[in-house]
């Protein structure tokens, strides 16, 4: 039977009387709450457990009448519960995806119903008014200048993009080159450098540029995987002498495996010496400068000339909560666009322009709305203590490693990572490494991440496990459950002795 809408039920409108979506989330979400599964994943292996969640959406094929939206519902919320991932759960510490803060997700619903977009006023002129406040408030903690400004998009990796676009495009200016005229043949041969562990999208971003995945000139690292100066010293000495055109050093503040900071400050003053840009991708270092206690480790990054920061990281915002900051608006220059059907010039005089000219996306949801909306709930203080909570966890979980004879610490916590290994006599103790994790996963028991490092005793990079810890209200209880479970499952991995292709499908439990 066909459904009928009224007007005023088939959409909501936001602001103070704005209860209808938010009535229909409470009913959904409490709809399975006293049904659900308390792990951080489903339990089967992943064929499995995909097939399951088509199978409770039928036919892929889109119905002629639909079952209203009530019903519409109650179904994606009971698949999402009963199918998908609970960050909120003690024992899911795998990546830099932490549990969002429940007014962080009303807020993030609240930008949905507005359905705002940022390239114009008349888009949504209290969400251009909203960003500015963040933009300018979190820029002020970085310790950036007046002139500073920025945009929030997609993540951490399109952040990165855009500094790099800019970059270009101002090493092009400053050689008398409109890249958007001349191409970047007129850089000559351009090359961007970053440390050894920075994060892959920089050689994304470099090939979606038309660079090369080439360009990038990785730096070495010292023992704390932290940019060495004196190699980017030499580096740039090469450069010189093979003619390749430095466009940008990115420093990284926060790595993803290690958490560690590159010494800004003196990569700073190398970058000045040099003129060049400086780039600090600090998606998951950022959250550091709310912590009186580790805002320490970024001293230096208001001398740069762009920073990435993710706060759906260290911040615990639904994802996408990514801005890109600039010391000097000005720089976004390059990208400016005057459209006829959304800013000519005269709209722009008289005070309707957006911040299409500061990005590459033209509709861009108002992401800020839960960034402000957290800021103002919880203010410096109170993310700071969720940072402090969380690297207390990590500290925690090195001492119960440094406990275990059969676990071995192959980097300490920064600030929420911290990445060790099982040791076994097995001559392959990587794949049993790796086969504990995906048997937790499987299980439905627990998600902890993997990487590879080379360690102090051995030539080559080795599989390691990695605790990512971004839930505050995790204990250290919890935390002995984990490795508890760890050591259990290893110890049956490697009792076995599985390959690795019946092994992918061990321990996975099944309706």
Known sequence: MKQSHSPESRFSAPGPGWTNVGRQLIEAAASVTDRGRLAPLPAGAPDEVLARVRGELGAARLPADGIGADAALATMAQIVHDYGLNLTHELCAAHLQPPALTVAVAADALASATNASLDTYDSGPATLAIETWAVDAL????????????????????????????????????????IRRDGVGALGDPVVLCSAVAHFSLQRACAALGLGESAVVTVDCDEQHRMLPSALETALARLDETGRTPIAVVATAGTTDFGTVDPLPVIAAIARAHDLWLHVDAAYGFGALFSDRFAGLLDGIGAADSITLD????????????????ADLDGFASLDRSVAYLNPEDDLEAGFGGQLGLTLQTTRRPD??????????????????????????????????????ELQLVSPATLTTVVFRYLCDDPDSDRVNAEVRRRLISSGTALIGRTQVRIPDGPDARTCLKLTLLNPETTTADLDRLFDEV???????ESEGLNPITAANAGATHD
């Open 139 to 178: 820029a002020g903690l970085a310790g950036l200048p007046p002139t500073a400004g920025g945009v929030f998009g997609p993540g951490g990796s399109y952040s990165n993009l855009l500094a790099l676009l800019i970059a270009r495009d101002q090493a092009g200016a400053a050689r008398g080159a409109d």
């Open 368 to 405: 800020v709305l839960k960034v402000a909306t957290t800021l103002l709930a919880y203010g410096r203080r109170g993310l700071g203590d969720m940072l402090d909570d969380c690297h207390d966890l990590a500290r925690a979980a090195e001492r119960r490693i440094d406990a275990e004879p």
């Open 487 to 493: 050591l259990r499952v290893a110890l049956e991995v």
């Open 311 to 326: 706060l759906h990281k260290v911040g615990w915002q639904p994802a996408a909560a990514s801005l890109l900051l600039l």
